[in-house]
């Protein structure tokens, strides 16, 4: 039973938190992360780290909740008038991450197989956080409109990345030729997949949602299609935020109750995403900064300027808005859980200290993304004119 006082301690920690912080006019995503480092094992303990691990669930299904969000509220007209843009532009943000992060590493005396590692997981960029403060500040605009389909794709991009990238490393470290089905082809089928899954669960759905009587059927079939779908990612290794995200989107333009679609989840989400980004916080560990000190430090400064550049040079050819330009990379710095996975991966496949090391800057490099990384999203948007000043 101790499990439901710890999450009555989250919900009122976390109340208590936020509404403190935004005093101070810090996002609300701020103040849940905030408050999950004060109960978790990194400050009071209040909450203990096993516990922690069973949570994980709850931490999974608020994300694929996420996923669905950004999906059901991105429109196919928008889509369509942005067109290639957005695939270019999140293909240079990402790009430039990894080559950014690549190159620092390489400098700073690191292996070819290190370097090639972190800097493919440090092309993800988590949408959670970003998500978050957009709703929090209900903001619009030109600016928004082009980072949502960008996170969206960006995981489709890192998996990409990071496939081509692992597969050099294990090659390079068994001293064997290309494998090029696992380094290109295989990533690509699972993206393919993933999207193709959501966007036939997406069309059947729209079908079956005509022959729902009410919003509470409408609710349920959403949550159940939801959870089908992340089992599914999980059971065949596929992206379920791909997956979701396609799902979202496929339904909510097709479908004639778009407006139930999107209002489907409006009551379980404050809650879920209290709780996601809670026990994020929670899970933070700062003593990882110890053991990797100085390159932690380098991978957060590098990965930064990679997204920045990245978005701007992506921005630049496609001749997008001038304000879109200039702010777009800010918002494109928050990392969570993709990052987390493909570090847990990364320490499976390269042996020895090297493996344990890369873990430790991702997640050191997480600790500060998740804390600063909402409120320089929500400044950027604020710079852009996005934010109207009087809802802050």
Do not use: W
Not at 27 to 44: A, D, K, M, N
Not at 97 to 102: E, P, R, T, Y
Not at 186 to 195: D, F, G, S
Not at 287 to 305: D, E, H, Q
């Amino acid at each position: 039973m101790k499990y439901l006082l710890y999450l009555a301690i989250i919900f009122l920690s976390a109340m208590i938190v936020a509404n403190i912080l935004g005093k101070f006019r810090l996002p609300e995503v701020t103040g849940y992360l905030i408050c999950g480092v004060i109960l978790g094992p990194s400050l009071l303990g209040i909450i203990p780290k096993d516990y922690l691990k069973d949570f994980e669930i709850l931490s999974t299904v608020a994300l694929s909740f996420i996923a669905f969000n950004i999906g059901s509220e991105m429109d196919l007209n928008s889509l369509k008038a942005l067109g290639t843009k957005i695939i270019i532009i999140t293909f240079f943000e990402a790009f430039m991450a990894f080559v950014s992060v690549f190159t620092v590493m390489i400098i700073s005396g690191q292996s070819m197989v290190f370097a090639l590692v972190l800097g493919a997981i440090s092309s993800a960029t988590a949408p959670a956080a970003t998500l978050m403060v957009i709703k929090q500040y209900r903001a619009k605009g030109p600016l928004v409109d082009t980072l949502m389909p960008v996170v969206a794709l960006d995981d489709a991009f890192c998996i990409m990345i990071f496939g081509i990238a692992s597969t050099l490393a294990t090659n390079l470290l068994a001293g064997s030729s290309l494998d090029i089905f696992h380094m290109v082809l295989l990533p690509i089928l699972e993206i393919i997949a993933a999207l193709v899954l959501g966007l036939v669960l997406g069309v059947l759905s729209s079908i079956i949602t005509k022959r729902l009587k009410n919003q509470l059927e409408v609710t349920m079939y959403v949550i159940a299609l939801i959870f089908i779908q992340t089992f599914i990612s999980d059971k065949f290794n596929l992206s379920s935020l791909l997956m979701i995200m396609a799902f979202g989107v496929t339904l909510s333009n097709t479908t004639t109750k778009k407006s139930s679609i999107i209002n489907a989840l409006q009551g379980v989400q404050g809650p879920l995403y209290l709780l996601f980004f809670t026990l994020s916080g929670a899970d933070l560990d700062f003593s990882v900064f110890k053991n990797v000190g100085l390159v932690a430090i380098l991978y957060v400064f590098a990965r930064a300027f990679g997204k920045f550049i990245g978005a701007k040079i992506g921005c630049d050819i496609t001749k997008s808005n001038p304000k879109v330009s200039k702010y777009l990379g800010f918002t494109l710095f928050p990392q969570a859980g993709v990052a987390i996975g493909l570090s847990l991966i990364a320490q499976n496949i390269i042996p020895g200290s090297q493996g344990s090391e890369i873990r430790a800057i991702v997640l050191a490099g997480v600790v500060i993304y998740e804390l600063l990384g909402p409120l320089i999203t929500k400044t950027a948007l604020i710079k852009a004119g996005e934010i109207q000043t009087e809802k802050l």
